[in-house]
């Protein structure tokens, strides 16, 4: 018996936009927040205020969002590329600014100074794993690969 190749799913653009989508939507709180911290809008809105209506904004967006994929879905799933790096890359920038954002967050509601490098470990490390899960699995992207 001659051992082949391990045989590798093809995911389809439905299932990478999904992902991308998501991941966004979680991310979105801690994106918005970045720049907020950025151009000092603290000082002028009541920032508990604006993050309720953040959350708002977000949860409206993934509701009309889940709606668009899923009306686009069929469509969707006959689009496949040959790989999806600059999806990843994309994926991997947007999570780099959520592991900033949610350090804004953190210190938005008054959580100690003195552990948010403990909090940046400890998200940045969860979001690393993911992010490497999903580039081998989905995206079909290896980096930790010899060649």
Excluded: C
Excluded at 111 to 129: H, K, Q, S
């Amino acid at each position: 018996m001659m051992k082949g190749k391990k045989i590798t799913p093809i995911y389809s653009q439905y299932e990478i936009n999904t992902i991308l989508f998501y991941g966004m939507m979680i991310l979105f709180l801690p994106l918005v927040l970045v720049f907020t911290y950025i151009f000092d809008v603290d000082s002028y809105l009541d920032i508990n205020k604006f993050i309720l209506w953040t959350v708002i904004v977000n949860f409206t967006i993934s509701l009309i969002g889940t709606v668009v994929l899923l009306l686009r879905k069929d469509h969707l799933k006959r689009v496949v590329k040959a790989n999806y790096r600059n999806e990843f890359f994309f994926l991997g920038l947007i999570s780099i600014f959520g592991i900033l954002g949610v350090v804004v967050f953190y210190d938005y509601m008054g959580g100690n100074r003195d552990y948010i490098a403990n909090i940046l470990v400890l998200i940045f490390a969860v979001l690393l794993f993911t992010l490497i899960f999903l580039g081998r699995k989905f995206f079909k992207f290896d980096y930790m690969k010899k060649k």
